[in-house]
């Protein structure tokens, strides 16, 4: 499910589900959270053809409380933004729902142009509260509400690009050692910690927020 290498001192974190398209299960989750405890300066995210394409829904329905695992990958996203370590996703493929998610909360995310970027759990009855609560400061209301609203998939890696989410473009070959680059430069930047402890500031309300919101709406897929 999950595989780990070094890169230095660069922890490369990568999604190892292909044929779901790395869509997040419990198992999943933990081991995404159980990788970001490796000891390292910084971590990249990649998931190979596909970066993730949110949450199976097929594994929700078979877990006893799928409210707790919602609250569980949530758990994920916040260590990642609480950690004084760099995150910086590596996006090839689908980032769809909790994989877009996963990326924006990511310190910053380098991507192929033809990445597809989306939000669509509104064609599923949901919400995706973690890219609202945390995804107005990146993308800003318009586009947040839009997306989340209108469950529109396509949005390529060059919009994603020009519109703030991805910070910077690769080729397919060169996209992890992009990644990499930039987790080691970010790592290597002494006063990182306390640029980012500043910018996630506010993060604990939307996240307090976004479990409150989820757990109702998940009667409706199980």
Known sequence: MIRTTRHGQVAVVTLDR???RNAIDPALCYGLRDALCADAD??????????CAGFDAHALRAV????RFMTEMQSVFERMEATDRPVVAAVDGYALGMGFELALVCDAAVATADATFGLPEITHGLLPPVAVGRGIDVLGRGWIRHLAVSGRRWWSGTEAYDLGLVVELAGR???VTAAVSLAADLAANPNFAAGKRILTGGAEYAYRMSAETVAPLLGTLV
């Open 42 to 51: 910084a971590y990249v995210i990649t998931g190979g053809e596909n970066f």
């Open 64 to 67: 006893d409380e799928p409210a």
């Open 173 to 175: 070959e060169d996209l």
């Open 18 to 20: 292909p044929g779901k």
